[in-house]
């Protein structure tokens, strides 16, 4: 079967200089980053070593300010240099999406002097960061976390166990959610966690489906011990700036989840004009050319979807309701089209030789990860139709 190259999506960007930094992570995606991808997910291999040179690149902390490190550049931009990442392994876009989550707090809500002493070393320094909220007991009830933070004087001590920790056990830091307070959101803070301090560890990685170059593990803190200038933000206020940091991080899931469809698409384009059944290339038969039509229709809209709720993010206006709408629609669409693309593969899609069934089996955890689609639902619903009745 002949190579077909993927064409490059053609991107709506607001300056030269957006042009030029998509220009380089496309570099870095075709040299560093696809051709290691299948052989490392396989081995289950973490490729730190890929966001040392993101980092060196200016590229861990694209939305947020020069001035401390990042690269000031919009929303709307960095998304899309998300989107070109996870298209060559989810891994590596996941990964800078839950680093720009874990820096949110500091960045955001910390206190001048703490973003000057923390901000440059997360968002240039070489540092990888860990957004540590869920819980064994607590997933979509977020609210209801049971580890407590504890004040000593001018410190606090943590202790409990967090899961599901994208970076558990590999971070430089966490941002981790702790109960100072009552019972419910209002007792909730955030505080910045070093990866080395005493008494956190790591359990061993969970055994994925996918994403296994990609270490989820729980935290355990055992009496971890951190000077109140390591608190963001007012004491329990920690809950409202994890929810203000899932809806910017929710966008992120979202340019992700484009990404990987992205890449299931071409994957399917080029077996499907290459691949000959009777006599012609099997992109020849209607049945086929409808589920390509189809799937590069979703990802186009889901990309127009993720992109106009990150444009009112941008102008400083509500974006909540569209970024709920862009994770459900966009996790959802990677799920179908990751699913077709293996349809059309046949029996080849069911094979590791191909990328495509593990193109499927990434998308599936994107549907759960930072609000499960179901979660999604009822916030947008709340949007439209108000809150339930009690």
């Not at 490729?47 to 939305?63: I, K, Y």
């Not at 070109?84 to 206190?111: C, D, F, I, Q």
């Not at 970076?167 to 990866?195: N, S």
Request: glycine fraction near 12%.
């Amino acid at each position: 079967m002949p190579d077909r190259a993927p064409q490059p999506v053609d991107r709506q960007l607001p300056t030269d200089e957006a042009r030029d930094l998509i220009s380089l992570v496309r570099d870095i995606a075709q040299r560093e980053i696809a051709p290691k991808a299948a052989e490392e997910e396989d081995a289950g291999r973490f490729p730190r070593e890929v966001f040392t040179l993101l980092s060196q690149s200016g590229l861990l902390g694209l939305p947020y300010d020069v001035e401390h490190g990042g690269g000031d550049q919009p929303y709307e931009v960095y998304l899309q240099v998300l989107e070109e990442l996870a298209a060559a392994r989810l891994t590596v876009g996941l990964g800078l999406s839950v680093h720009t989550l874990a820096s949110y707090a500091v960045a955001t809500y910390g206190t001048k002097q703490q973003q000057v002493e923390y901000l440059p070393a997360m968002l240039g320094g070489g540092l990888l960061g860990g957004y540590a909220l869920s819980e064994p007991s607590s997933g979509s009830d977020a609210a209801s976390l049971r580890t407590r933070a504890v004040r000593d004087g001018d410190h606090w001590m943590i202790t409990g166990t967090k899961a599901w920790i994208t970076h558990g056990g590999v971070a430089d830091f966490y941002t981790v959610m702790a109960r100072t307070g009552e019972e419910g959101p209002r007792g909730i803070t955030a505080f910045l966690v070093p990866g080395d301090a005493e008494g956190l560890s790591a359990a061993a990685p969970e055994r994925k489906m996918g994403l296994k170059g990609s270490p989820t593990a729980q935290i355990h803190l055992d009496g971890v011990r951190v000077g109140d200038e390591r608190r963001m933000g007012e004491e329990g206020q920690g809950f409202a700036i994890a929810l203000s940091a899932l809806d910017s991080g929710r966008l992120g899931i979202a340019a992700c989840a484009i990404g990987l469809a992205q890449a299931a698409l071409d994957e399917a384009v080029a077996y499907a004009t290459g691949r000959q059944q009777f006599g012609r290339p099997i992109a020849d038969f209607q049945g086929l050319r409808f589920m390509l039509a189809d799937m590069a229709t979703q990802i186009e809209a889901g990309r127009a979807l993720y992109l106009a709720a990150a444009r009112l993010r941008d102008a400083g206006r509500p974006f909540a309701r569209q970024a709920a709408m862009a994770k459900l629609y966009c996790t959802d669409t990677a799920m179908k089209v990751t699913t077709d693309a293996v349809q059309i593969l046949g029996g080849y899609g069911y094979t590791a030789d191909f990328p495509v069934e593990r193109y499927m089996r990434e998308a599936k955890v994107l549907q759960i990860v930072e609000g499960t689609n179901q979660i999604q639902r009822m916030v947008i619903a709340r949007h439209v139709a108000g809150p339930e009745a009690r």
